[in-house]
T-cell receptor, first 119, second 114 residues
Framework: AQTVTQSQPEMSVQEAETVTLSCTYD???????LFWYKQPPSRQMILVIR??????QNATENRFSVNFQKAAKSFSLKISDSQLGDAAMYFC????????????????FGTGTLLAVQP | KAGVTQTPRYLIKTRGQQVTLSCSPI?????VSWYQQTPGQGLQFLFE???????NKGNFPGRFSGRQFSNSRSEMNVSTLELGDSALYLC?????????????FGPGTRLTVT
């Protein structure tokens, strides 16, 4: 079974600084998808960034980028130029591919990292 | 385009009762998934529906059930409520089950069991 581990329950960053959130996962599949979701106090889950395992290039979305190390099964999120609005719970999530067990939208989530942004 | 809506947003029930939660996906989306979020267990997958068929089910007791209607709206039902069922229940919708389709989450239903 696949598992996702986030070892940092809480992190803090100064506004305008850079912070990296860690995530490791375990799977025997070769093809899969990884995601970072943001859940602000409003509780609505928002997709931040996604990475396809077959792509070697790390995904980037504006101030958000990932460091995907497939061999190490590591998927960290870097937030640059942190803003007050980035304060939220961040979840790392795994999804199997359409080939590995049938097409499914099932996400396996880590336990989350609560990010505080200090002004 | 309207987002995923969930009703009710808040609910208080008593142990032993049953509850039905509703999720209306984004127009055109045919896939709906449900998750339970608790402080102790985190986010756990409940089930997934596509075109009125349950495609996948998480490791939850039979008290948890769901269905999807022809208009893609989905409901989940919890019978004989227990205190441990208190949680935020999230649903997510997607065009389909292709991994390229993004999943959009609703605001959740906060269920409190007393």
């Amino acid at each position: 079974a696949q598992t996702v581990t986030q070892s940092q329950p809480e992190m803090s960053v100064q506004e305008a600084e850079t912070v990296t959130l860690s995530c490791t996962y375990d799977t025997s599949e070769s093809d899969y998808y990884l995601f970072w979701y943001k859940q602000p106090p409003s509780r609505q889950m928002i997709l931040v960034i996604r990475q396809e395992a077959y792509k070697q290039q790390n995904a980037t979305e504006n101030r958000f980028s990932v460091n995907f190390q497939k061999a190490a099964k590591s998927f960290s999120l870097k937030i640059s130029d942190s803003q007050l609005g980035d304060a939220a719970m961040y979840f790392c999530a795994y999804r199997g591919s359409r080939l590995s067990g049938g097409a499914t939208n099932k996400l396996i989530f880590g336990t989350g990292t609560l990010l505080a942004v200090q002004p | 385009k309207a987002g995923v809506t969930q009703t009710p947003r808040y609910l208080i029930k008593t142990r032993g009762q049953q509850v039905t939660l509703s999720c209306s996906p984004i127009s055109g989306h045919r896939s709906v998934s449900w998750y339970q979020q608790t402080p102790g267990q985190g986010l756990q997958f409940l089930f997934e529906y596509f075109s009125e068929t349950q495609r996948n089910k998480g490791n939850f007791p039979g008290r948890f059930s769901g269905r999807q209607f022809s208009n893609s709206r989905s409901e989940m039902n919890v019978s004989t409520l227990e205190l441990g069922d208190s949680a935020l229940y999230l649903c997510a919708s997607s065009l389909g089950t292709d991994p390229l389709y993004e999943q959009y989450f609703g605001p959740g239903t906060r269920l409190t069991v007393t």
